[in-house]
């Protein structure tokens, strides 16, 4: 279970690919502090750490997370959000993540927003899964990449969020343009009151 607050983004430094799997080793601060079988979440995607050597950690993902997220077209050098799962003893700064995208979207628009920006995101919209929660909702939470951030004019399959100088430093959002496409995940409480009111 993780927060949406992001810690820092990753250093990707490589990529083995074997059979259906990708193996991602990257390097951050906090990797002497990282243990195996521990849950971090990558741009929005709750990975497990299998290797930890030096200053790396390496995780795994299988075909059917490369192929909901966007952790299958990281290169070497790529900047990803990472976040240790959260420590039940404390503050809730951001919303309830699991670590479970949704799919993707793509970034649509960019504007300056006087110091901040304003990013809109398009997704696929599908009406069956729209009725099960899978969808945003005017200042509700929605999380990309990662990030816990707060929904505002949402239509039917896009959405749009600001952005403030230190969440666009301190994550990857810097390197997000339009035609990007990033990791969502809608939020849970949505979902679960979906699902009791078409019971």
């Not at 696929?124 to 990662?146: C, P």
């Not at 707060?150 to 239509?155: D, L, M, Q, R, Y």
Request: glycine letters at 8%; charged letters at 25%.
């Amino acid at each position: 279970m993780f927060s949406g607050i992001v810690e820092e983004f990753a250093t990707v430094t490589k990529l083995v690919r074997e059979q259906g799997n990708l193996h991602l080793t990257l390097t951050c601060s906090f990797v002497n502090e990282l243990k195996i079988d521990q849950s971090v979440s990558h741009n929005g995607v709750c990975l497990t750490v299998v290797d930890i050597t030096g200053n790396e950690y390496t995780v795994t993902a299988m075909r059917e997370t490369l192929e909901r997220s966007n952790i299958g077209v990281l290169e070497v050098g790529d900047k990803v959000n990472v976040e240790r799962s959260m420590m039940m003893n404390g503050r809730l700064d951001g919303h309830i993540v699991q670590g479970h995208v949704d799919e993707t979207a793509e970034c649509v628009d960019v504007k300056d927003a006087d110091g901040s920006w304003y990013y809109t995101f398009r997704y696929k919209r599908d009406a069956e899964m729209a009725a099960k929660g899978y969808l945003t909702v005017d200042k509700g939470s929605v999380t990309v990449n990662g990030v816990s951030l707060t929904v505002c004019e949402p239509t039917d399959d896009s959405f749009k969020v600001a952005i403030i100088p230190y969440t666009y430093e301190n994550t990857n959002f810097h390197t997000i343009k339009v035609g990007t496409k990033v990791n969502i995940e809608f939020d849970i409480i949505g979902k679960y009151i979906a699902r009791m009111i078409n019971k």
